[in-house]
């Protein structure tokens, strides 16, 4: 393809982009995620050994959500009558950092790809009297609530579906990202990330990744380093091979 392909980088179309800077904060489940995820784990191994043929990636890309889900909130995984404190330990890193990021003067957009953890979000920053706008593949006006955000710089926070919102919306009012949940293709959240990082912004870009000690989300972050690398090395660095049979098995 090299005779008949022109790529141009971000970093050669506008140089004059501020940094980007990208974080990974670690968090330890609390002793109830813990113990649902063991439990999870266990089952799935066993489901995953029995399973055979095509139907062994199906049960095992079940299995990961199941644990994906675990990481994040217990709620999801429909569990009720739980405390915030036991159901989701990011619930807590997510409070403590926005209140640092808030306080500081930083405007943040939060990315999830489970619209219920978003959406479960809400009544703490009610209760913090936090204003924000919200986005999801349910939002009717999505240029509306982008201009209310981008224009209205008492809103210091945008809680957004991953994938109603990671391209086409320029967010430059935004300073900080923070990712709730990885996933296996790093170009979907930078993707995200650079919503926030466009022609436009004038300041340093921050993004975090709130990841889950000793559990699937550290090899999924593995997994992406292993993509980008792959990516790096295509012309057009816009594309990466899919989750093979392997690397799904290999999350185990």
Same mark, same amino acid.
């Given at each position: ?10 970093? !050669?179309?506008?140089? !004059?982009?501020? !940094? &980007? ?20 784990? *266990? ?36 569990? &009720? ?8 330990? *990011? ?110 912004? !004038? ?22 380093? &292993? ?26």
């Amino acid at each position: 393809l090299r005779p008949v392909m022109l790529r141009r980088t971000k970093s !050669e179309v506008a140089p !004059e982009l501020p !940094e &980007k800077i990208e974080q990974v904060r670690y968090c330890d489940l609390t002793p109830k995620q813990f113990e649902v995820y063991q439990g999870i784990a *266990k089952e799935s191994r066993a489901l995953v050994d029995a399973a055979e043929g095509g139907r062994k990636r199906m049960v095992a890309l079940t299995a990961l959500l199941r644990l994906r889900q675990a990481c994040c909130d217990l709620r999801l995984l429909g569990m &009720k009558n739980l405390e915030e404190a036991e159901a989701s330990v *990011k619930f807590q890193d997510l409070e403590a950092l926005l209140e640092e990021a808030i306080a500081g003067g930083h405007r943040v957009l939060v990315f999830s790809q489970f619209v219920q953890l978003l959406q479960g979000f809400v009544p703490v920053l009610a209760e913090r009297g936090w204003k924000f706008s919200y986005l999801d593949g349910q939002t009717r006006d999505r240029g509306e609530v982008v201009r209310r955000f981008q224009e209205d710089g008492t809103i210091p926070l945008f809680l957004i579906s991953l994938k109603a919102g990671g391209v086409g919306l320029n967010l430059t009012g935004a300073d900080t990202v923070v990712h709730l949940d990885p996933w296996w293709n790093p170009a979907v959240e930078a993707q995200a990330t650079d919503r926030a990082h466009r022609i436009g912004q !004038e300041r340093v870009v921050t993004s975090y990744k709130l990841i889950t000690r000793g559990t699937v989300e550290e090899k999924i972050l593995a997994l992406q380093e &292993k993509k980008k690398a792959l990516m790096e090395g295509l012309e057009t660095g816009a594309a990466a091979p899919g989750l093979s049979e392997e690397e799904v098995l290999g999350l185990f």
